[in-house]
């Protein structure tokens, strides 16, 4: 199996593995997170304070974090694929 850092710079490869880095960062933080409000997802939690079933403090401030961290996570993914199509080009 090729590896994808096999053509390219060191540098680039560094570049690319920190963002790799991000993405498993972000996505194991949001899953901690959401496990710790003992939900699935940002909408079951949102659900969850909406409802009542919830308290909202801290389920709130739980849900926001689980947002950044899934939109840092795809902001991260959409630059290595854009990274990884530039430098394969």
Do not use: F, W
Not at 75 to 82: E, H, K, V
């Amino acid at each position: 199996m090729e590896s994808i850092y096999e053509h390219v710079s060191p540098e680039i490869a560094a570049e690319l593995q920190q963002t790799a880095k991000v993405i498993y960062e972000t996505r194991e933080n949001r899953r901690r997170v959401l496990q710790h409000a003992g939900a699935t997802d940002e909408a079951a939690l949102l659900d969850s304070i909406v409802s009542g079933t919830v308290a909202e403090h801290p389920a709130y401030e739980l849900y926001l974090a689980a947002r950044i961290l899934a939109d840092t996570c795809e902001a991260a993914r959409t630059t290595l694929a854009a990274r990884l199509k530039e430098v394969n080009r």
